[in-house]
């Protein structure tokens, strides 16, 4: 791809939300377990306390978001990568029958960016056949691991049915993100609006942000989001999220977000679903 071609962004008019709320929030999931480390080296599976992080996400972390959702009556996204959804079926189904949406998110969590197209292919493919083995009917929204999708990586989604990606951070609202005469609806992420920002600790990678810099960040975020009636995405990780104070924290901004606007929270796929008739000339 030479500069001349590259990726742009073709902006989306916000649309009305229902029922008069004055801003839609998602909130996303990245249901990851394990699948980061072993993709990365299987030797990684041999590293307990490290296996024991990503399953802490899935086993822990995953039964108290859900419980936290239901008690609040609110419906997610949870990106699954197919191994996951292979190796702990019996606790990610129940996400399904809570009515949350299943996204996909590759299988072994592989970097598309590092991934040629055949590499890619079996990736999507694989990871859709895990999650519709599981969950039944085909996802239609994906996510990236690392955030990192190619103009390849759409290609493929587009001809698997996909209709929506959300990895690209070209806008903070809906737009289409367009390469190589292929455009994507993208729902847009952001690091700082990434859980793992202020939660994630390795020895290499040094200190925490913390629950109260996550708490007014994405709470001020959501005020000027809000401002324009727009659609704010925070993606979690279970493994960060679902720990004890973070868990709070999380409820908190629930709370004062409630306590602020007229909040929609909805699935992804339900914002997706409102853009349709627009991208599909
Ligand atoms: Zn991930």
Redesign the pocket.
Known sequence: MTVDELPRSESLDLPPWPEGHEVAVSLTF?V?GES?AIGESSANARRLSLMSDGRYGVTRGLPRIRALLAEENIHGTFFVPGWVADKYGSHVRGLAEDEHEIGH?GYL?RNPEDLDLEGQTEELQHGLDSLVSLFGGNPVGYRA?YFAPTCETFSLLQGLGFIYDSSCMGDHQPYLECCKGIKMLELPVHWSLDDGVYYAWTPQTGALGGPNLLFDTWFAEFNAIASEGGHLVLTMHPHWTGRPHQLETLHRLIREMRRAKKVWFTPLLQVAELYQPRTKD
């Open positions: 990245d990851d980061v998110h969590h691991p």
